[in-house]
Each structure stands twice: as C-alpha cells, then as structure tokens.
C-alpha cells in the first residue's frame, strides 16, 4: 500500500476561493475530475495534488479528522516520499500563512505532522 501525505482543512467554502488558494500552493491549476470521490486534481510534474470537497474519514490516532471539511492528497508518481512529504509541506505553509484556514499535515492518516489555525483579525 501507498503512503500518502494529506492535507486536512476547513472551512471548505466557499469552494472556489479554497480551490484558488490550494492552486496558488500547489503552482498549478486544479481542474474538476470525474474520479468518484476525488472533486478537482492537477498535476505538479513529479506529483499529483487532489482535493475532496468532503471525506468519510473519522477520528483515528488522536487526530481530529471529523473536524475539517475537506481534504487535499499529495501522491508523488515515484513514492519518493521525502519529496512528497517537502511538497505537501509547502503546500501547507502556503495555506496556514493565507491565515483563512484551520489546517492538520499528516502522513498515511497515521501521523500528524503539523497543524495550523486561522489567525484572528
């Protein structure tokens, strides 16, 4: 099995400006997808970057999955998952520093990696 590297967030709406803020991250356009539970997905060259408007995923490993409305996967094409890990980390930062977004950084949903919340203001 595939480890992955995903991107919890909320709020999830409005779509468009959080469909905007994960293209600007990522460098590169999201597109709408036909995949049954994937919603928009672009391809970064090395990687691929896909949003859920919604996920099924419950509370696991103390982390609090149920909380945040959507979901972002990084997959890098080779597995190389320092580079998929770097990636998805910048991906991250570029949305916590937006100061729009309650955000978690995991690892194969076994390990929290980062967490970041909206700034008051």
Request: some cysteine; overall charge negative; charged content about 25%.
């Amino acid at each position: 099995m595939s480890e992955y590297h995903y991107i919890f967030m909320r709020p999830g709406l409005p779509r468009e400006q959080l469909i905007h803020d994960v293209s600007t991250a990522c460098g590169i356009e999201l597109k709408p997808t036909q995949a049954e539970f994937v919603d928009r997905a672009g391809n970064m060259g090395y990687a691929a970057v896909e949003v859920e408007f919604s996920h099924e995923y419950e509370d696991d490993h103390g982390m609090p999955f149920e909380r945040y409305d959507s979901l972002l996967t990084v997959r890098d094409f080779d597995m190389n998952l320092g580079r998929q890990e770097a990636a998805a980390r910048r991906i991250f930062e570029s949305l916590s520093a937006l100061g729009r977004y309650d955000l978690i950084l995991v690892r194969d949903l076994q390990e929290l990696l980062a967490s970041s919340g909206p700034q008051p203001g």
